[in-house]
């Protein structure tokens, strides 16, 4: 286990509606990134928080939005929801400032838009 | 474009043989490759890395090999074992991790026969 924990583990949502997941960064750890994995597909980086600061975007739509908070926990807030959404969503965390770029996944959130 | 792709999409092994994942990168400025293990059901779990100052990195019962001149990377795990059995996915951190994102292939599935 990575510490990396996230909640929901399973949502339904509808078209149109919004979505808020949840990230606890592994103790230690001050960045967080959110990814998105479709089915049967690697993940994809829809952005970091670092310093409670957007510190790097993929390329997702502004109706991806996230925050992080001063214990370094974050949120992905997804608006306007479409059924191509559905998907594992991941978080992962790690330290800034260490040379390397390791980050720690936690076990994510499953989205399915009807 | 920027892309981490694999070789072999499948891969069936006997239980106690060599098993060798393979992976292509296009990106030069990377500098920083991981490879993970997904395990159905789970977040990516960090198995081993490797910078590019390195052209081998062991670890236990694996080994990752880069080939800068030919942007490949590959996982070699020995006396596979059942519970290796997962998707193993190599990433990088494209722009040399400017943006903090890690561009990950589509993955191998790993099976392992006892």
Redesign the interface.
Same mark, same amino acid.
Request: net charge neutral.
């Given at each position: 286990e %990575?510490g990396?924990t996230q909640s929901p583990t399973h949502l339904i949502k509808t078209r149109g509606q919004q979505v808020t997941l949840r990230c606890s960064s592994q103790s230690g750890h001050n %960045?967080v990134?959110w990814?998105q994995q479709a089915l049967? $597909?690697?993940? $994809?980086?829809i952005f970091?928080y670092?310093r409670e600061e957007e510190?790097?975007?993929?390329n997702f739509p502004p109706r991806f939005s996230g925050l992080q908070f001063p214990n370094y926990s974050s949120e992905l807030n997804v608006n306007a929801l479409e059924l191509d959404d559905s998907a594992l969503y991941?978080c992962?965390s790690s330290l800034a400032g260490v040379?390397?770029?390791?980050?720690?996944?936690?076990?994510?959130t499953r989205l399915t838009v009807l | 474009g920027e892309s981490v792709g694999l070789h072999l999409p499948t891969l069936s092994v006997q239980e106690g043989d060599n098993s060798i994942i393979n992976c292509a990168y296009s990106n030069s400025a990377s500098d920083y490759f991981i490879w993970y293990k997904q395990e159905s059901g789970k977040g990516p779990q960090f198995i081993i890395d490797i910078r590019s100052n390195m052209d081998k990195r062991q670890g236990q019962r694996v080994t990752v090999l880069l080939n800068k001149t030919v942007k490949h990377l590959s996982l070699q795990i020995a006396a596979t074992q059942p519970g290796d059995s997962a998707v193993y996915f190599c990433a990088e951190n494209g722009d040399g991790g400017s943006q903090g994102n890690l561009i990950f292939g589509k993955g191998t599935k790993l099976s392992v026969k006892p």
């Open positions: %990575t990396v %960045t990134s990814y049967g $597909q690697g993940p $994809q980086f970091q670092y510190n790097g975007r993929g991941l992962a040379q390397s770029n390791e980050q720690f996944f936690g076990p994510g | -």
